[in-house]
Every structure is written in C-alpha cells, then in structure tokens.
C-alpha cells in the first residue's frame, strides 16, 4: 500500500460546483471563468449560481437579496453570548463558535431536507458580515450598528464594520473579492465540510468544521500573515534582502505556493490590480509597493520557476489592508464568502451521499506483547 502525503493528487470525490485548472491557472464556477464574471457579476449572484446551478434571472436574484437581507440580523441570545466572548475570544474562534450557537435557535437546524438546508445555507452567509463585524465593534466597545437594506452584501459589511457606507469603487472591489473567495473545490475546508455533512451531521457542524480547517495558517490563515510579513519587513528597500534571508533559511513565505495552482493563481491576477487601484486611491503605495517587490524577489530567486507563485493570499493582504479592514480579521472575511462555498459543497454531498472515510496506512510496530502496568519499568 503507498499514500499521496496530504492526499496530493488524490482525487476524494466528485463535483459539479468548481474546476480548477492548476497548470492553466484557471478557476471556474459551474462551468463560468471567474475571469468573466469580475467586474460584472456580484456575490449575490454568484451564490445562487452554487447553490442553484445557474445564473439567477432578475427576478430571483431579488428574491435572494430579500432574504439575505430579512435574515442578518443576529437572534437575541446570539447578541449576548458574542458579546460574552468578544474581549477574549480571537476573531476566528469567535466566529466558529457563534456559528456553532447559531444552530441552537435555529427551527431548521436539524431538518434534513433540502429546502431546510438552503434557507441555512442563506441565514449563516447572511449571518457571518453580522458576526465578524459585531463582534470587531463590542471588542472596541462600541455598539453593533444595525444592517443597512438597501446595502449588498459587500456594501453593508464595511458599512457595519466601519460605520461608513463605502463608494461604489470601493464596494465594488470588495464584492469582486468576495466573488473569488466563494469556492475552490475540495480544498482543505470544503473537504472538512463535505466529510461531517457525509456523516449526516447537519450543515451548521458542517461549517463549524469548515471553519476551524480554515483557520489555519496553511489555508487561510496565509492572509495574515502576509502583512505581518510586510510589517516585519518595514520598508521596501529591505524586501529583497529580507526574502533571501527567509530562501536562505529555508522559510516558506506566506501567500506563496499552492497544492493545486502550478502557475499564477488566477484570483491573484485581480487582487494584484485591485491592491495597485487602492494604492493609487489611498495615496498609500507602501504595501503595493512592497507586495510587489516580495513578488519580485520570490522571482529572481526561482520560485515561479518551480511553480510557486502569488496566491490568492497575498494580494488580498495588502487589498484588504487598504480597504480598512483590520488584519486579524482577514481570515473571517474569507470564511464570510467562502461560506457560500462550504454549504453548497454540504448540499451537493446530501444530495448524493456516502460517508467519507479512507484508510491509513499503518506504520507502526506489529505484535507487541500487552504489558500489565506492574510490570512496566
Ligand atoms: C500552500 C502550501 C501549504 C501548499 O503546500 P504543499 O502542496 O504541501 O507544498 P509543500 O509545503 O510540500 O512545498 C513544496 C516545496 O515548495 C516549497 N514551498 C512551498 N511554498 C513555499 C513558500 N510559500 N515559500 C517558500 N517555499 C515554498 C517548500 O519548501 C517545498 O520545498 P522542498 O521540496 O524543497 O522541501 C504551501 O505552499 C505553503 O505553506 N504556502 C505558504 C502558506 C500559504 O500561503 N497558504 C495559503 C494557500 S492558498
């Protein structure tokens, strides 16, 4: 028997939701290139393309804005316990822990159906802008402002986060951001949730799981550390010989590399552009600057050579930095869209399921006599 270390290359199950193309650098969702649907489509939109299969007629898209909007609002009880944990918990673990109370005051938590598990898949995406940015605000002490409904999605998050209605530029960007989060196959989290939905354990345990694989700083965890990486650097006349340091010591840098992408990231063609359009906007070229150079220098040092290049991490950094949203947050603002991404993967397993459960191959000593504890020396 032989393994793949880290399942490289295994293929763990099917899935008409998302293909990637790791040697073409090519990301599509159900059957559209993201390249096609940036700066034309919206979050919204690209929710119900997972979660339906198609592209909403005009019509359900504004069904489905009605009842993002009709659900933001946290329960009650929701609103005490976060406020309970706010001081203490890090942005991650709170997340994963509200999602986990959720599905204590929700009726539909424990219904199997499909109609039960759409309108979870609605009320947790609806609910996440809610959790993160209520949450960033009782930490600071101050109050939670209420969803605005004439806002989208993107809009009505840096509203609630910041208290400032973002231009249409701005929104924007952060709604194509939220586009490129949505999905991307079976990658670590999606699998997460795919293998509890696959039990037949119900989708918000599904995403509870989804989140604490994401959390980590091989999987989205990367963002963060991308401007603490920036930060420790300082200035960019020291990029070049900071990185051959890092090469030198044989660091990984974060917000490089990919298990599947051989070749530029496709979500990171954008988010390069729009960190370039936010330092221009911002009049703050540092971090562009910077990101720039980190890329360069992983260049010259012959990491895209070896197929190790930008990912979706490292641009939304520095994107994400200029937009104002703090960095520890960075990390919840992915889960906020790959949400999307997580439950219809949890729906796509329901509807054809069988459980997830592979072998290991066993390394261990073989025969070893049982040694009652009196005589263990
Ligand atoms: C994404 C990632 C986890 C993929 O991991 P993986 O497929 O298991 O690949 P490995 O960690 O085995 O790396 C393969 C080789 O590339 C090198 N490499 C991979 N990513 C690297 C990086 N960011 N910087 C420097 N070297 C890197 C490894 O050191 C290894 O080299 P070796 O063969 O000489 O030992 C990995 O590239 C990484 O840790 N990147 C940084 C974290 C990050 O940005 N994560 C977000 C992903 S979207």
Redesign the pocket.
């Known amino acids: 028997m032989s393994s793949n270390r880290?399942l490289?290359d295994v293929v763990a199950g099917t899935t008409a939701l998302c293909l990637i193309d790791g040697r073409q650098g090519r990301l599509i969702y159900r059957g559209i290139d993201i390249h096609a649907m940036i700066g034309r489509s919206s979050f919204e939109e690209t929710a119900y393309l997972l979660w339906f299969g198609s592209l909403p007629t005009r019509s359900q898209l504004n069904d489905l804005n009605k009842k993002f909007a009709a659900e933001r609002r946290l329960p009650a009880e929701i609103q005490m316990l976060l406020k309970a944990i706010a001081k203490k918990a890090s942005p991650m673990a709170a997340l994963r822990t509200m999602v986990s109370a959720l599905a204590i005051y929700d009726p539909d938590a424990e219904d199997p159906s499909r109609d039960a598990n759409l309108r979870k898949a609605i009320r947790m995406t609806a609910r996440f802008p809610s959790i993160i940015a209520d949450y960033h605000r009782l930490r600071n002490n101050h109050d939670p402002i209420p969803s605005d409904a004439s806002l989208g999605h993107a809009a009505n998050f840096l509203y609630i986060l910041t208290g400032r209605i973002p231009d249409r530029t701005v929104t924007g960007m952060f709604d194509a951001c939220l586009i490129l989060h949505a999905d991307h196959e079976f990658n670590a989290s999606t699998f997460a949730a795919r293998v509890t939905a696959a039990t037949l354990s119900d989708a918000y345990s599904a995403v509870t799981s989804a989140i604490g694989a994401l959390k980590g700083?091989?999987?989205g965890g990367?963002n963060e550390?991308v401007i603490k990486l920036l930060s420790a650097i300082g200035t960019p006349d020291r990029v070049e010989e900071y990185i051959q340091g890092m090469?030198s010591r044989?660091?990984?840098?974060?917000?490089?590399?990919?298990?599947v992408y051989k070749t530029e990231d496709p979500r990171a063609t954008h988010l390069r552009k729009f960190s370039q359009e936010l330092a221009q906007k911002t009049g703050d070229s540092k971090w562009y600057e910077m990101s720039r150079r980190v890329e360069e220098a992983m260049i010259a040092s012959g990491?895209k050579a070896?197929g190790?290049c930008a990912?979706?991490?490292?641009y939304s950094a520095s994107t994400y930095h200029y937009l104002g949203i703090p960095t520890d947050l960075f990390t919840p603002v992915f889960a906020l869209s790959r949400v999307v991404g997580w439950t219809a993967h949890v729906l796509e397993q329901y509807a054809d399921n069988r459980l997830i459960r592979p072998m290991g191959e066993y390394t261990g000593p073989q025969e070893v006599p049982y040694v009652p504890i009196e005589q263990r020396g």
């Open positions: 880290g490289e700083p091989l999987h990367a550390q090469m044989k660091e990984k840098v974060p917000g490089f590399g990919h298990r990491m070896r190790i990912n979706v991490d490292f």
